[in-house]
């Protein structure tokens, strides 16, 4: 899984420094070399709940953008590639990953049947 990171976000809610042709191409170019398997997009930001469980028991509900990184999670992709290499050169190529952005890769757990 690329976990898309944006460094910024700018005024209209999109990752700062990256045009939607840049999506629009490197969404095009991992469909075409068939390792698309799923990915989103997340909504702008100040559309976040967050949701903590006290020891109580008692959920408290938080809405807005309170992340505690100076990162926020814009959305992901899961690719299916042979290895860790393929998967790190695949999430080189992500426009998320320039202007103070990072994708972070993490294989996806296989509990079995």
């Known amino acids: 899984m690329l976990l898309i990171n944006a460094g910024a976000v700018g005024d ?47 959920p408290i509900v938080t809405d807005g953008p309170f992340a505690e990184t100076r990162e926020i999670l814009g959305g992901f992709y899961v690719i299916d590639v042979p290895n860790l290499d393929v998967a790190l050169d695949w999430a080189a190529r992500c426009p998320g990953a320039r202007h103070g952005g990072s994708v972070v890769v993490r294989p996806v757990a296989d509990f079995g049947d």
């Open 12 to 58: 209209n809610g999109e990752a700062a420094g990256c045009e939607a042709g840049d999506w629009i191409a490197y969404d095009k170019e991992v469909r075409e070399a068939g390792i698309f398997v799923s990915g989103e997009s997340l909504a702008d930001l100040v559309t976040a709940t967050a949701v903590r469980v006290e020891d109580d028991g008692r």
